[in-house]
């Protein structure tokens, strides 16, 4: 769906769909060099990244495996704790492969933190991360992205996978959400 089909409950647009589209095509030829002749493993992280990795994946001229986790913060609804349960693994063995994590959102960064320490046990030949959106103001814990779409502010944001309450993630641009949703 389009901004127009969620009322008044945006309150700015903050990147179209041809935005994001353009800036994961550049990023997708940026991945083609950096992993040529290598094999190479996306990992999704669910449920947020599922439009993230079937734009991003599909904007690759080059074959690569796809898996994912599922992971659940103990948080307080909109804030993460950093502890982390795994919800659904990867059917994936890492050891030796080149891995990709591929997120929606990088907020506090406790979610990745975790997840990269996690993944860096099963040794992979690499891990990096992709994210579409990272929110620098957020950030709690440090942790190294090599490809990033967008930094924004720290507002709250839905579409393009992100949710509020679970609605909003099949939006097509990404939007600052209106208060009086969520008050
Ligand atoms: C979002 C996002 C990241 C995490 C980032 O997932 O996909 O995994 O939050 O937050 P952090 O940097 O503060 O840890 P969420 O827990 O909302 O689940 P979802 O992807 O199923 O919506």
Redesign the pocket.
């Known amino acids: 769906m389009e901004a127009e089909h969620v009322d008044d409950d945006l309150t700015e647009v903050v990147l179209t769909e041809e935005q994001i589209q353009r800036r994961t095509t550049e990023l997708a030829q940026e991945i083609e060099r950096d992993y040529a002749g290598k094999e190479l493993l996306l990992v999704g992280?669910?449920?947020?990244?599922v439009m993230v990795m079937a734009d991003m994946a599909r904007s690759l001229k080059r074959h690569v495996e796809m898996d994912w986790m599922a992971i659940s913060?103990y948080g307080t609804g909109t804030s993460?704790s950093g502890v982390v349960r795994i919800l659904k693994d990867l059917d994936t063995d890492i050891n030796g492969k080149h891995v990709l994590v591929v997120?929606?959102?990088?907020?506090?960064?406790?979610?990745?933190s975790y997840l990269l320490s996690n993944l860096a046990s099963r040794g992979p030949a690499s891990t990096e991360v992709f994210t579409l959106l990272r929110k620098p103001e957020a950030q709690r814990m440090a942790v190294k992205v090599k490809y990033v779409g967008f930094d924004i502010p720290n507002d709250f944001v839905v579409g393009y996978g992100l949710?509020y309450a679970e609605r909003y993630r099949n939006l097509r641009c990404v939007g600052t959400l209106a208060p009086h949703v969520y008050s």
């Open positions: 992280v669910l449920r947020g990244a913060s993460s997120e929606d959102i990088i907020d506090t960064g406790l979610t990745l949710d």
